[in-house]
């Protein structure tokens, strides 16, 4: 199983970035698809969550309203649309994939696969 995550970059406030997470080695469909993010110094925090079909998605309270995940599951491909960034969202964000959807899904302990991580910088 490979995520690779990608579309991370320097933006400064107020702007907006696409993060982009492709999945191989595994049925996509069969996944509920996190994003995470840890800051320096910080924990890794859920940022949202989007259901296998794509159907139904949650979000931190820090990414209501800013941060929407969508999902093509025929190109095994799960984004992270970010608008209105915050220099308090500078992290290294994290695509995470788990079959187990009873699971807590702001635990990143329930998530058994994980992309490198790619980092986001917002600058003030």
């Known amino acids: 199983v490979q995520l690779q995550a990608s579309g991370g970059g320097l933006v400064q406030a107020g702007g907006s970035l696409r993060l982009s997470c492709v999945a191989s080695?595994?049925?996509?469909?069969?996944?509920?698809m996190g994003w995470f993010r840890q800051a320096p110094g910080k924990e890794r925090d859920l940022v949202g969550v989007?259901?296998?079909?794509?159907?139904?998605?949650n979000y931190a309270e820090s990414a209501k309203g800013r941060f929407t995940i969508n999902r093509d599951n025929a190109k095994n491909t799960v984004y992270l649309q970010m608008n209105s960034l915050k220099p308090e969202d500078t992290a290294v964000y994290y695509c995470?994939?788990?079959?187990?959807?009873?699971?807590?899904?702001?635990?990143?302990?329930?998530?058994?696969?994980w992309g490198q991580g790619t980092l986001v910088t917002v600058s003030s």
């Open positions: 995470a994939a788990t079959t187990d959807v009873l699971s807590a899904a702001y635990s990143s302990s329930n998530y058994p696969y």
């Open positions: 989007i259901s296998q079909n794509g159907g139904s998605a």
């Open positions: 080695g595994l049925n996509f469909r069969n996944y509920r």
